[in-house]
C-alpha cells in the first residue's frame, strides 16, 4: 500500500495541528482555573503556632517536597529508559521495513 505525497503531507500537518489545537485548548483550561488568595485567618495561623511546633511543620514539609523530587527523577529516569528502548525498537523497525 502507497500512500501519496499530498496525503502524507495532510496527515503529517493534520496531525501537528490537532497536537496544537489540543495544545491550546489545555492551555485555556489551566489559564481558567481561579486561585483564591488565602484568608487573613489561614496567613496568620503560623503566627499562633507554638515555634518548635512550626519548625516541625516546616521540617515536615521539606522532607515531603524532597521525597516528593527524588520520586520525580526516578520516574523520568524510567520513563526515558523506556522511551530509548521504544525508540530502539522501532529504528530497527523501519530500517528493515523501508526500500532502499
Excluded: P
Amino acid at each position: 500500500m502507497t500512500i501519496s505525497y499530498g496525503a502524507s503531507l495532510g496527515l503529517i500537518f493534520g496531525s501537528c495541528f490537532l497536537g496544537l489545537a489540543w495544545g491550546f485548548f489545555n492551555w485555556l483550561t489551566v489559564k481558567n482555573v481561579n486561585l483564591v488568595s488565602a484568608s487573613d485567618d489561614q496567613i496568620g495561623l503560623h503566627t499562633r503556632m507554638e515555634d518548635e511546633e512550626c519548625k516541625d511543620n516546616v521540617a515536615a514539609i521539606i522532607d515531603i517536597g524532597s521525597k516528593i523530587k527524588a520520586g520525580a527523577k526516578a520516574f523520568l529516569a524510567e520513563e526515558y529508559k523506556f522511551c530509548a528502548i521504544m525508540l530502539g525498537i522501532m529504528a530497527f523497525i523501519v530500517y528493515f521495513a523501508v526500500d532502499s
